[in-house]
Structures are given as C-alpha cells and as structure tokens.
C-alpha cells in the first residue's frame, strides 16, 4: 500500500512557495494597483512571519493533497492533477469568488490569486503524485533484479 512521502510534501511546498514567489513578484506592481495602492509609494517585500506563514500554509496543504492521493490511490500524474483541479475548482477558486461577489473584490485580482492557486495546485500534485510511484515502481524493479 502506498503511503504519504513526507519528504515530497516538503518538496512540493517549497516548490510551490518559490513558484508563488516568483508569480507575485513579476505580477506585485499589478496587484497593488488592483487594490488602489500607489506600487512606487510601498515596499512590498513580505515580512518574515508572512513567509514563514506561507510556507506553513503551503505545508498543510501538501500534506492533505498527499492524504487524498494516497487515499484515493492515485499513482499517475494525469490522476493527480486531475485531483488537483477540482480541488482548485471546487474549493480554492469558489473560495475566493465569494470575495468578488460578497465584497466587491475587482475580477483581475480574483484572476491573479486563483492563476497562484491553479499554479501551485498542481506543482503540488505534480510532485506528490509522481514522487510516490516512481518510489514504489524502483523498489519493485529493484526485487526483481
């Protein structure tokens, strides 16, 4: 039986915090405008327990893409990022509408936190998904030599 790789759940959240990273980086300027920020009047480098937040955050939510792979007995990467888009779809991208359509939250920047979220989702599932089974497919080619 499969088990959750800890060591790809750590990967895939450091992964997807450098990805994030790097996303809001080249994307900082726009969405500090969409949120009426003037970007030439602010710093916006996070503060530390910002990131280290984050990467808690990102942690959680490998560990349970990790469960529900594992769980659900996925072991290819099509299945895992399949899993990965409707929990996107179903949990992270409604998640969020509900600031557009409760709060008046401007529809470009729903764009760019749900484009961070698919984004990451499936460099999560990527990585747990195929880590796992690429493990298991070498011990059982190593029992057979």
């Known amino acids: 039986m499969r088990r959750i790789n800890y060591l790809a759940v750590v990967l ?8 994030s990273a790097i996303y809001y980086t080249v994307l900082g300027s726009t969405w500090l405008e969409l949120r009426g920020i003037d970007p030439k009047s602010v710093n916006i480098t996070p503060q530390a327990w ?9 942690i959680v939510v490998a560990f349970v893409f990790a469960y529900l792979i594992v769980r659900l007995g996925i072991d ?3 299945e895992s990022l ?6 996107w779809v179903g949990f992270q991208a409604m998640q969020i509408a509900g600031a557009v359509l409760h709060e008046g939250y401007p ?16 460099i999560m599932t990527a990585i747990i998904g195929l880590w796992p089974a690429r493990n298991e497919r070498d011990k059982a080619e190593g029992a057979m030599k």
């Open 50 to 58: 910002e990131m280290a937040g984050q990467f808690v955050r990102n």
């Open 12 to 19: 895939a959240a450091v992964a997807a915090f450098v990805a």
């Open 76 to 78: 290819d990467l099509k």
């Open 82 to 87: 399949r899993l990965g888009l409707w929990v």
């Open 107 to 122: 529809l470009a920047l729903y764009a760019i936190h749900v484009g961070d979220a698919l984004m990451t989702t499936f």
